[in-house]
């Protein structure tokens, strides 16, 4: 079992950055990918970024959806368990309630997932 914590969502005016933090605890050391995902209100949740990696010492893989190319990163410490997305040049379209999630060796899905934590943009 793995557990997922997001925290770092807020308040922020367009253009402005926030960094969301998802905390991984319990069988870290199953998983190979974790991902952030976006649900606004009345709309579907949507793919944001996800990162990918087979050990601790060799470039992970990062996959960005159009949307947000350019002006979110996603990035992991491997000695927290902590999978970080850093988000610039906010936009209002991008308020949302964020989540985390990660996949397991063995399974191609993402079976974990996080609470959620809300991002809102003002204009």
């Known amino acids: 079992q793995v557990q997922l914590v997001e925290s770092g969502g807020g308040l922020v005016q367009a253009g402005g950055s926030l960094r969301l933090s998802c905390a991984a605890s319990?069988?870290?050391?199953?998983?190979?990918?974790m991902g952030w995902f976006r649900q606004a209100p009345g709309k579907e949740r949507e793919f944001v970024a996800l990162?990918?990696?087979?050990?601790?010492?060799?470039?992970?893989?990062?996959l960005y959806a159009d949307s947000v190319k350019g002006r979110f990163t996603i990035s992991r410490d491997s000695a927290k368990n902590t999978v970080y997305l850093q988000m610039n040049s906010l936009k209002p379209e991008d308020t949302a309630v964020y989540s985390c999630?990660?996949?397991?060796?063995?399974?191609?899905?993402?079976?974990?997932w996080g609470q959620g934590t809300q991002v809102t943009v003002s204009s």
């Open positions: 319990g069988s870290t050391f199953t998983m190979y990918s």
């Open positions: 990162i990918r990696w087979i050990n601790s010492w060799t470039s992970p893989t990062t």
């Open positions: 999630a990660a996949k397991i060796r063995g399974r191609n899905a993402f079976d974990y």
